[in-house]
């Protein structure tokens, strides 16, 4: 079994990006600039937040913080979304969800320029990413592209199962693993899926994006499969400060004795999934999706 270092990967690719920068500013170009807005003080999204701001800083991005208290108004957040995307020093920017429920967040989405919106939600870029044109692709999904990719693992004409089907993970997943540059045969599972663990278990390429500590356990998997673990639940933890720590969705013990490869929670997509933000706010900075 190998194991997949998410947290090498990103790290060797946040430096690629920060030589890119070095380039770009002493070429005569600005900082690329990641704008976040952030409403409330949720403690998840409170770090999510200083996540990307601290990795902005390591690759020499400018960065800001636009923070609102959990009493903003939609009409308020659709304001700052439309100022944003008329500035013309931001490249980029996020809207950290989950947000109060008196805001829609589809409606957020879309008031975002897709030419800014880096974290690939807008059904623009959505639409784009299934029908394989040049967009904004979500960053987790593009994430584990990119560690299959440095990994060399084989997905041509691989059976490939990803299990779950959200808008910013699962679906994203399978309609990037079928396209003509991976060319693996997708099947996408959910809750109402019937025999989950035989379909696991027949996957050359096992892709878990549940929410469920340890859900995927070794008689799900198949000998040899590459497996890869999107799953971060906290759980209490008598072993950390903070008194938690993060589980994945894959029993990481019997799984790897079976598996080629597997990527680690923590330390195998979270940190790819961050590196994949900057790379698209470098995009939008040299203007190589949209003109
Ligand atoms: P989500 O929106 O809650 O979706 C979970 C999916 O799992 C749903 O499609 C659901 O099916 C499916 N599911 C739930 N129970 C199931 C079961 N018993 N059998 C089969 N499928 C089941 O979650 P998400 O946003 O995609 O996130 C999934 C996990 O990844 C979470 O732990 C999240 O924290 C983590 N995550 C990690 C990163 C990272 O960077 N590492 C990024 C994003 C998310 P239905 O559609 O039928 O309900």
Request: hydrophobic share 40%; proline share 4%.
């Amino acid at each position: 079994m190998k194991l997949i270092d998410g947290k090498q990967t990103a790290t060797d690719i946040k430096k690629e990006i920060a030589a890119e920068v070095r380039e770009m500013v002493a070429a005569g170009a600005k900082k690329p600039h990641l704008a976040a807005i952030l409403v409330g003080h949720d403690g998840g999204s409170e770090t999510y937040v200083a996540f990307k701001i601290k990795d902005c800083e390591e690759v020499g991005f400018k960065s800001s913080l636009i923070r609102f208290e959990d009493d903003v108004t939609e009409e308020q957040l659709l304001a700052k979304v439309n100022e944003l995307n008329n500035d013309a020093d931001v490249d980029g920017f996020i809207v950290q969800l989950p947000l109060p429920k008196h805001i829609s967040e589809q409606k957020v989405i879309e008031a975002i320029d897709p030419k800014k919106d880096v974290d690939g939600f807008h059904p623009i870029n959505v639409g784009r990413m299934v029908i394989g044109l040049p967009c904004f692709v979500s960053a987790t999904p593009d994430g584990i592209v990119e560690l299959l990719k440095r990994y060399n693992i084989e997905t041509s004409g691989k059976d490939c199962v990803v299990v779950g089907r959200s808008n910013i993970v699962g679906r994203p997943m399978s309609v990037l693993m079928s396209q003509k540059a991976i060319n693996a045969t997708v099947t996408v599972a959910h809750s109402r899926t019937k025999d989950l663990e035989a379909l696991c278990a027949k996957a050359d390429i096992l892709i878990a994006a549940i929410g469920i500590p340890e859900f995927i356990k070794g008689n799900m998997v198949k000998e040899g499969a590459v497996v890869i673990d999107v799953g971060t639940t906290r759980v209490k933890s008598d072993q950390t400060k903070s008194g938690f720590k993060l589980k994945g969705d894959v029993a990481f013990d019997e799984v790897a004795a079976k598996c080629s490869y597997i990527t680690p929670v923590p330390g195998g997509v979270g940190p790819m999934t961050r590196v994949a933000l900057l790379k698209n706010t470098l995009l939008a900075a040299k203007k190589e999706i949209y003109n």
